[in-house]
């Protein structure tokens, strides 16, 4: 092995820009240093900038993803109830005819029971119409009766409940409503 004096080697580097003895280049290089700096800090802002702007866009996406799958289990959710409604439904037909006809109807009161809970606890809830005004988001009139006693647009007879599932309506009450009994002039 060969034995290397390194006392007596020059430094092969130099700070850029700078020869040694030369104070007016090594100022220079400081400034070139500086400039260099501030393009780092403005190019380190814009990708700063950058990563900002994506992480808005993705909290955006996921929010419209969220809300997305939300209105896509609303919607199964009442095409569901609907469906239950109907035969719910069939079984109070069933119960009022029986009534009618004088027959027992216990049995089908308390399947009409476990019914009105299983809605109430899925936050189903009936809308109230008869006597109150009509409203078009939450009633379908497809009837009108004359009565004079009767302010107009007043709701008479519920021919089909309707439901609200939390705060949306599911399917509007059918409702007969009333208009003024005009006179004729003769």
Avoid: C, W
């Avoid at 900002?52 to 009442?78: H, M, S």
């Amino acid at each position: 092995m060969k034995d290397v004096d390194l006392s007596e080697k020059e430094p092969d580097e130099t700070v850029r820009g700078e020869e040694p003895g030369d104070d007016g280049a090594g100022q220079e290089g400081i400034e070139d240093l500086r400039d260099e700096l501030e393009r780092e800090k403005e190019r380190a802002s814009s990708q700063e900038k950058k990563i900002q702007y994506l992480l808005a866009d993705f909290e955006n996406l996921k929010k419209r993803a969220d809300l997305d799958v939300q209105n896509k289990v609303d919607t199964i959710t009442d095409g569901m109830i609907l469906k239950f409604l109907l035969i719910y439904d069939d079984f109070v037909r069933a119960k009022d005819a029986l009534f009618k006809q004088n027959v027992n109807t216990a049995g089908l009161d308390a399947i009409l029971k476990n019914m009105n809970s299983f809605l109430s606890e899925y936050g189903v809830r009936p809308i109230e119409a008869l006597g109150e005004v009509f409203d078009p988001r939450m009633h379908e009139a497809i009837s009108i009766k004359q009565d004079r006693n009767l302010d107009d647009n007043t709701i008479t007879a519920e021919l089909r409940k309707g439901y609200i599932l939390k705060d949306r309506i599911i399917r509007p009450s059918l409702v007969e409503i009333s208009k003024k009994q005009t006179s004729e002039m003769n």
